[in-house]
């Protein structure tokens, strides 16, 4: 069936440093992919969205590439925050047939330390 | 514009119990999909419906069960509460655009506690 793997957790980085999270899929078709990110005490957030290959989702600084020959959509950001701390899921749907329903990853926890 | 609202955000319910939580979409959304959140399953879907009907189920036992009602406002039931029904309940609404991509706005969660 679908599903999204995601890079384990703890990250642990210091202020200013480079950001990958890896995230791959397993998708019959062609999903759309999100990076939702869950602040402590929060619900889920929708960071950037990527709705067909090749397509780049940016926001607040953070961006990933949906790429369907590696089917991969890894979240990068040059320089993070100590307020960047957070969970960050990984998803994809077929939102598009007219059906809700997000597959999520395990989610990849970050620590940014100052 | 208001965001999506759930009631009540905290629960402590005991085994063979019955909850029913309850979700306000953002005005205008007609879709609402609910959500569970463990830290041993991770993020599982549960169910949505549309206009009132039940659209897409996730792999959840009958004891899970929803409705929505005519003003998109949406309930989840849980019946016979086990310990592993211990979770963040998250409930999330969209406007559905047919034929095109429809982002999911979610609102904070019910945490659940079953004793």
């Known amino acids: 069936g679908d599903s999204v793997t995601q890079m384990e957790g703890p990250v642990t980085l210091s202020e200013e440093a480079f950001l990958t999270i890896n995230c791959t899929y397993t998708?019959?078709?062609?999903?759309?992919l999100f990076w939702y990110v869950q602040y402590p005490g929060e619900g889920l957030q929708l960071l950037l969205k990527?709705?067909?290959?090749?397509d780049k989702g940016s926001n607040k600084g953070f961006e990933a590439t949906y790429r369907k020959e590696t089917t991969s959509f890894h979240l990068e950001k040059g320089s993070v925050q100590v307020s960047d701390s957070a969970v960050y899921f990984c998803?994809?749907?077929?939102?598009?047939?007219?059906?809700?329903?997000?597959?999520f990853g395990a989610g990849t926890r970050l620590a940014v330390h100052p | 514009k208001a965001g999506v609202t759930q009631t009540p955000r905290y629960l402590i319910k005991t085994r063979g119990q019955q909850v029913t939580l309850s979700c306000s979409p953002i005005s205008g959304h007609r879709s609402v999909s609910w959500y569970q959140q463990t830290p041993g399953q991770g993020l599982q879907f549960l169910f949505e419906y549309f206009s009132e009907t039940q659209r897409n189920k996730g792999n959840f036992p009958g004891r899970f069960s929803g409705r929505q009602f005519s003003n998109s406002r949406s309930e989840m039931n849980v019946s016979t509460l086990e310990l592993g029904d211990s979770a963040l309940y998250l409930c999330a609404s969209s406007f559905m655009v047919a034929g095109g991509y429809n982002e999911q706005f979610f609102g904070p969660g019910t945490r659940l506690t079953v004793l």
């Open positions: 998803a994809l749907s077929f939102s598009s047939g007219g059906y809700n329903k997000l597959i």
């Open positions: 998708a019959t078709g062609y999903p759309s």
């Open positions: 990527a709705t067909k290959a090749d």
